[in-house]
């Protein structure tokens, strides 16, 4: 290998970590949005469910950074295996994306949530929320180490999430055929627990990203869904 080939290799390489780096900064940066924003709520803390709000430029901005990386990789004309890593960073990124937009929504409505009484149910709300959090830690982690194993686990998990917000969701109907004056409140606290999935769902979607970067298009194994948020309350 010449001398400049080395050069040119060396340069794909440093643009491909540079990427990587910028998307585990960016998955990092939405983790501590979905954190702050259940702080938010529990703490009915207005000033940071504003930031949280505010912050959410940030995480659009990375995506278009991201989006201008990947083209410009694009455009030298990477290999097969190259092409994973853009099309998996590519999909990562909007993943990302959508849960730090979900993490703006919380804020937002735990806004509306402060001008009325304290609920017991956000207890419920902020359980899901970290189990959430602690999926995205993890699925960030294994693809920053390209780990196939726990980004499976991560997919896995999921069950566990849904079985906790599909209770959670009962749980919030019942009390507002119970008592009419919670609906309006826990309207708000449902829309938020419905975002909470969507974000492990997001997990989700970024570890089965990280088994295409390894493992191309080999199937995945099937999993289990847990959301039976849509069946009738007993």
Same mark, same amino acid.
């Given at each position: 290998?010449?001398?400049?080939?080395?050069?040119?290799?060396?340069?794909?390489?440093?643009?491909?970590?540079?990427?990587?780096?910028?998307?585990?900064?960016?998955?990092?940066?939405?983790?501590?949005?979905?954190?702050?924003?259940?702080?938010?709520?529990?703490?009915?803390?207005?000033?940071?469910?504003?930031?949280?709000?505010?912050?959410?430029?940030?995480?659009?901005?990375?995506?278009?950074?991201?989006?201008?990386?990947?083209?410009?990789?694009?455009?030298?004309?990477?290999?097969?295996?190259?092409?994973?890593?853009?099309?998996?960073? /590519?999909?990562? =990124?909007?993943?990302? !994306? &959508? *849960? $730090? @937009?979900?993490?703006?929504? #919380? %804020?937002?409505?735990?806004?509306? +949530?402060?001008?009325?009484?304290?609920?017991?149910?956000?207890?419920?709300?902020?359980?899901?929320?970290?189990?959430?959090?602690?999926?995205?830690?993890?699925?960030?982690?294994?693809?920053?180490?390209?780990?196939?194993?726990?980004?499976?686990?991560?997919?896995?998990?999921?069950?566990?999430?849904?079985?906790?917000?599909?209770?959670?969701?009962?749980?919030?109907?019942?009390?507002?055929?119970?008592?009419?004056?919670?609906?309006?409140?826990?309207?708000?606290? /449902?829309?938020? =627990?419905?975002?909470? !999935? &969507? *974000? $492990? @769902?997001?997990?989700?979607? #970024? %570890?089965?990203?990280?088994?295409? +970067?390894?493992?191309?298009?080999?199937?995945?194994?099937?999993?289990?869904?847990?959301?039976?948020?849509?069946?009738?309350?007993?």
């Amino acid at each position: 290998m010449n001398e400049q080939h080395q050069h040119i290799v060396k340069s794909h390489d440093d643009e491909q970590t540079a990427l990587r780096d910028t998307l585990i900064y960016m998955g990092q940066l939405a983790t501590s949005q979905l954190e702050s924003a259940l702080n938010a709520l529990t703490q009915r803390n207005a000033a940071a469910a504003h930031e949280v709000i505010t912050n959410d430029e940030r995480i659009d901005a990375l995506e278009q950074q991201i989006n201008h990386d990947a083209i410009r990789l694009i455009q030298r004309g990477p290999l097969a295996s190259d092409l994973r890593v853009i099309l998996a960073a /590519l999909r990562v =990124a909007s993943d990302i !994306e &959508r *849960i $730090g @937009d979900y993490a703006a929504n #919380i %804020a937002k409505r735990s806004l509306v +949530l402060n001008q009325s009484p304290p609920l017991s149910h956000t207890r419920g709300l902020d359980a899901l929320g970290r189990m959430a959090a602690h999926q995205l830690r993890d699925v960030l982690r294994a693809y920053q180490q390209r780990d196939g194993d726990d980004a499976l686990r991560v997919r896995d998990a999921d069950a566990e999430l849904d079985a906790l917000y599909t209770g959670l969701f009962r749980e919030l109907l019942t009390y507002m055929m119970e008592d009419p004056r919670a609906i309006t409140p826990c309207t708000h606290l /449902l829309f938020m =627990a419905k975002n909470l !999935e &969507r *974000i $492990g @769902d997001h997990a989700t979607n #970024i %570890a089965e990203n990280v088994w295409f +970067l390894l493992h191309g298009d080999t199937p995945l194994p099937p999993r289990n869904k847990r959301d039976d948020s849509l069946k009738p309350v007993a």
